[in-house]
């Protein structure tokens, strides 16, 4: 008799008998963490309280040979692959469902050269550990506006900060990166070495590979600033964007500012009166000596009469984390965004008409002001896209666990980028959240910067083995120009992307 030919699905194969172990990684010194762990939920868990994803092995690695070891783990056994650094994005890349997570989260080290102004920096450093390492000598680079913002996340998207007018981005100050690609293998990435992997890193995300360490180009900061922020009430709002649009526009490089619609929050340093109320905030911080920036800023904290002035000479590294009690882990975060022209009026009024109507008093919207720095470096020069805008918008909801606000900020949300739509000028990749129409990725490169990135990403992970991202496809776009060519590969992304859901077999198909 004929014994009947059987076969073994995917998830037949992933959740059944040949479901590999844990002990199956071989010399793998970090930790191992499986659903089995008493600790699985707080491993999982990242910023966005509102992913919950279960993966089925975290490796939380502590060198680069461990990334290796896990990298070719995930391949040999197919498994969906998930990098985190710092867990911090609002799209939730950091995690995935039963694949597993190559957690960087226990290589923090930061070394400072303070005579070559250079710093290195391992994969799952936050940007608080390399400013206190760095202002221990009185340096910086531009690392965001929250500290315990995951420094690869930041710096692999492009990395906005308070010092990017005067000091460009974090990808224009990234001199080198160690990489393992998609094969395991270990590569350095610079202008002298894998010049064409460099380029991508510098603004392309995640899609080439496990950065485990980075080197970057320090700046005489500080350690004393001049920085705060100025308040006026919500009532306000379009006076102020129409004196702040003519302020800014001969503002010098030093001043890096962000505009801030929000209820204000219960902080220690504020009034109690103020707390909650809605009000037009501009932050500011200038990289420069105190007595310029006290003149650069006295214009826009003479404008009316601001509620509260709280800009003044403070340590950068305390400015630098000065915001992160507002945005805590754990609370669910959902985010829409895009890039933004000069402030013309029938913009400001828009902004202004559409930013208080959220239900939740932990969302606001925040608008950074680019330009200077970033501006100056070529289009393409970098794998960063749309360097001509001069804002950079987000729209960011936030509620509690147990707060019953989901619905209404996610409609709140998209309200406000839907009466932005004729003024989008493309979006920063970092703040697209997870439920983006693909061409949004294209929206954020630009078309040539985009089909650059493609061709890379044939050349280092041709299978698209990380994909668990603001996806790039390989190679796809080559030979494919025009709207109309466009539209079918975005058409074609929403197919890969769901498939990619079904497990690592399917995304690389």
Known sequence: MTTPMTTTTYAEAYHGSMQPTVAEIDGFRGRLISASHADYDVARAIWNGAIDRRPHLIARCIGTADVVAAVRFARDHDLEIAIRGGGHGVAGTAVCDDGIVIDLSAMRGVQVDPAGRRAWVQGGALWGDVDRETQAHGLATTGGIVSHTGVAGLTLGGGIGWLMRKHGLAVDN??????????????????????????????????????????????????????????????????????????????????????????????????????????????????????????????????????????????????????????????????KATHLPALRDDLIDVIAGHVFSCSSPRSYVAMFHLKGAVSRVAEGATAFGNRQASHAIIVHAAWRPGEDFGDRETAWTRGVLAALGRFRKGVYVNFLGGDEDPGRVREAYGDSVFDRLADVKSSYDPNNVFHHNQNIRPGLSAGVSGSDGRAILDKFGVVLNGCAAAGGAWASA
């Open 174 to 335: 990234l001199l080198a990166a160690d990489v393992v690609t998609a094969d395991g293998e270990r590569l350095r990435a610079s202008e002298d070495e894998h010049p064409d992997l460099f380029w991508a890193l510098r603004g392309g995300g995640g899609n080439f590979g496990v950065v485990t360490s980075f080197e970057f180009r320090l700046h005489p900061v500080g350690p004393t600033v001049l920085a705060g922020p100025i308040l006026w009430d919500a009532s306000d709002a379009g006076e102020v964007l129409r004196f702040y649009r003519d302020f800014i526009r001969d503002a010098p490089d030093e001043l890096g500012t962000v505009v801030k619609f929000c209820t204000v929050p219960p902080l220690s340093v504020i009034p109690e009166e103020l707390h909650w109320r809605p009000v037009v905030m501009v932050g500011a911080c200038y990289a420069g000596p105190i007595e310029d920036g006290e003149k650069a800023l006295r214009p826009l904290r003479a404008f009316r009469t601001p509620l509260l002035d709280l800009a003044g000479p403070k340590p950068y590294v305390v400015f630098q984390s000065a915001l992160d009690s507002t945005v805590l882990h754990g609370w669910n975060y959902y985010w």
